[in-house]
């Protein structure tokens, strides 16, 4: 037990240094505002779902660059008020998952976006990025901040919070954002270019002090872009400065909201100390669960009842 509280300890003290560049704010301004020109055009399609105490639609919204975002769109079928509504983003080379999932919240009165993220699920992706040599998400466009994946799935996630504040069933003063693993970057990225959202849950999130996390990490999405640079030596400074403008080290700097974060000390995909650089340098709001002895996996018992009671206690 000692071993492990002197490990908490070093990781709480642990101050990386920002690597955020000067257009860091300019070039995210103009970006959503790139986005934003064009409109959502929503689409719901009611689903004739067996739980018949919910209503499901499935959802298109468009994204960065139109290309159509789908998910799931779910509400309690009675309800007398505006809703609270949670926004979820799943996992890398996951998907949405079926509506029974969402259960434990649309019995509670939330109403519920699911999103398939952009290339993956069912969601398509309209971009043609001019490098994409090593057939994963997490490289295509990656010699271009302009052209990076990672710049439209971010601008996705906003997306999906203007979705919910269109809606005259959804109480925009309560929306929650939550995810793991790249659902978790995708959330604290989303929480930091938003400033609408009153909650969000960060369950052992990627794309946190990226240049650690690709040193520490032994598996996961980042060791495609360790083999992009095995490969192709010159781009490396080039890839380096341009992850700089999707790290959650610099962006979170901007997250207002109350804002939760988990770790499990044995993670091997999104270690712990650079998420613990991006919660450390958070001025917002801010709570972190740690499991000593979980890997890259949040399906705890002790902590899906803690999520259930953080959400309701802030929501």
């Given amino acids: 037990m000692k071993h492990i509280k002197e490990t908490i300890k070093q990781l709480e003290s642990y101050i990386p240094e920002s690597t955020k560049r000067p257009d860091h704010h300019s070039f995210w301004k103009r970006t959503l505002q790139e986005a934003r020109k064009n409109s959502l055009d929503e689409k719901l399609v009611e689903i004739d779902y067996p739980i018949k105490q919910v209503r499901v ?185 341009n992850l700089t403008y999707f790290d959650n080290l610099n962006l979170s700097a901007s997250i207002t909201c109350k804002t939760r974060f988990s770790v499990g000390l044995k993670d091997l995909i999104c270690p712990p100390q650079p998420i613990f650089g991006v919660y450390n340098q958070l001025q917002a709001p801010k709570s972190m669960e740690i499991y000593p002895f979980a890997g890259h996996d949040m399906n705890i018992i002790e902590h899906i009842d803690k999520t259930i009671a953080f959400i309701n206690e802030n929501l």
């Fill in 57 to 241: 639609y499935d959802l298109s919204y468009n994204g960065f660059d139109d290309t159509p975002i789908k998910g799931f769109y779910m509400l309690p079928r009675e309800h007398q008020q505006k809703l609270p509504c949670l926004i979820i983003f799943h996992g890398y080379m996951g998907n949405k998952g079926s509506v029974s999932q969402y259960m434990k919240w649309l019995i509670q009165g939330y109403a519920v976006i699911a999103v398939d993220v952009r290339g993956q699920g069912r969601s398509g992706d309209y971009s043609s990025y001019a490098s994409d040599g090593m057939g994963s998400w997490v490289v295509k466009g990656i010699l271009d901040k302009e052209d990076y994946y990672y710049r439209k799935v971010y601008t996705d996630g906003v997306r999906a919070v203007d979705f919910a504040c269109s809606r005259p069933e959804i109480d925009a003063e309560r929306i929650g954002i939550m995810g793991a693993s790249m659902g978790g970057g995708i959330t604290l990225a989303a929480a930091a270019l938003d400033d609408r959202p009153k909650l969000a849950i960060a369950d052992m999130p990627n794309m946190c002090d990226i240049p650690l996390m690709m040193e520490q990490k032994l598996e996961g999405s980042l060791t495609i872009v360790e083999n992009l640079l095995h490969r192709y030596p010159e781009q490396i400074e080039l890839v380096y400065d």
